[in-house]
């Protein structure tokens, strides 16, 4: 999943309740092209928080979630 987030200082969650397995979770910074922060494992089977950004949350922010 990408989710793109226009303003990341109120980034929500995604609904991963009907899907199952482990995910990484990335912030993709699409002012530099680079990925920044740590990754992070993430569950299906739930609702889970994107959390913040890791630096400019008041910037754009792309949130990268890949089934492992």
Not at 34 to 50: F, H, K, M, P
Request: no cysteine.
């Amino acid at each position: 999943y990408a989710i793109y987030l226009p303003n990341a200082g109120t980034s929500g969650s995604i609904n991963l309740a009907g899907v199952s397995g482990t995910f990484t979770k990335r912030w993709y910074n699409p002012r530099t092209g680079l990925y920044e922060g740590t990754t992070t494992n993430i569950n299906g089977g739930a609702s889970v928080s994107l959390g913040t950004a890791p630096s400019s949350s008041s910037e754009d922010w792309v949130v990268l979630i890949q089934k492992i």
